[in-house]
Structures are given as C-alpha cells and as structure tokens.
C-alpha cells in the first residue's frame, strides 16, 4: 500500500478517534445534546426504561457513551487498516444519521442554516472518504498501475 494512502489513512481516522474521545470526556455534555436532539420512539421506551433501570443512566447517557465508544474504535481500526473496510460501511450510515438529526439546516431560521448547511456539506465530504475507504480496502492494488499513462 503506497505511504500516502496509509499517512492518509491515518490523518482521516484522527477525526474520529478525536471527536469521540472528546465524547466521552464530556459525557453529561454529550448526552444534554443528544437530549435536545433526538427522541426515542414510543415503541423503544420499554426498552431504554429496562437498560436505565439496570445502568442507573438515563438514554442519552448511553447514548453517549455508545457513540463516543464507536467513533474510537472505529477511528483506530481504520488507522490500523483493520477491518477498515466494515467500519468506513459502518460510519458511513453513522453519519448519514448525525448529518440528518444535528445538521437539520432545512428546519432553521437563513442565518442559523448557513452554519448548519456547511457542517452537513463536510459530513457528505467525510462520507465520500469513507466511500473511499471502503471501495479500497485492505488488499493491496499490484495489478493496477498507480499512475496510467501520462
């Protein structure tokens, strides 16, 4: 594999191994955010009431955790080339999910939406990546020149 792809590799994942990392450093923060963003559906409440009572958390704290816990080790396993290819299909519906509930610039006022509209165009640009994380994988491209005829 060339040395740009993995330092590329590498830098990319950073994104990720940082913004969850920052997650879970600042979980009661995370959590209040998630709150005011996202609603958990009538038919999960049974649910998220038994994982709350057996924790001792409230949903969005879970919630939390869980997302800051899979955006390390996502982050890592595509540094490490591990698996990188299941974990960039993975991210990829991630953030397809945050760019439609955080990003929402089709429900806000023209000023706040410019902001909002930007963060989702980055999160499109970040899906892209992970498409070309996982189109590449982990094989190495010997039959294929890496530059054709110039």
């Known amino acids: 594999m060339p040395a740009f792809i993995i330092f590329g590799r590498i830098l990319f994942a950073v994104l990720f191994i940082y913004s969850g990392a920052t997650k879970l450093f600042a979980i009661p923060a995370t959590a209040e955010f998630i709150s005011a963003k996202v609603v958990v559906p009538a038919l999960l409440t049974p649910y998220t009431s038994q994982l709350e009572t057996m924790t001792g958390m409230s949903t969005p704290q ?3 955790i869980a997302v800051g ?6 982050g890592l396993m595509i540094a ?3 698996a990188a290819r299941f974990f960039a299909i993975l991210l990829i519906f991630f953030v397809a999910a945050v760019t439609f509930y955080f990003h929402d610039f089709w ?5 706040e939406s410019a902001k909002t509209l930007i963060d989702a165009l980055k999160n499109l640009s970040i899906i892209g990546a992970l498409f070309m994380i996982a189109g590449y994988g982990r094989r190495p491209r010997s039959s294929e020149p890496v530059y054709g005829e110039i």
Not at 107 to 111: K, L
């Open 62 to 64: 879970m919630l939390a």
């Open 80 to 82: 490490l080339n591990f």
């Open 107 to 111: 429900n806000q006022a023209p000023a």
């Open 69 to 74: 816990s899979f955006e390390v080790i996502s």
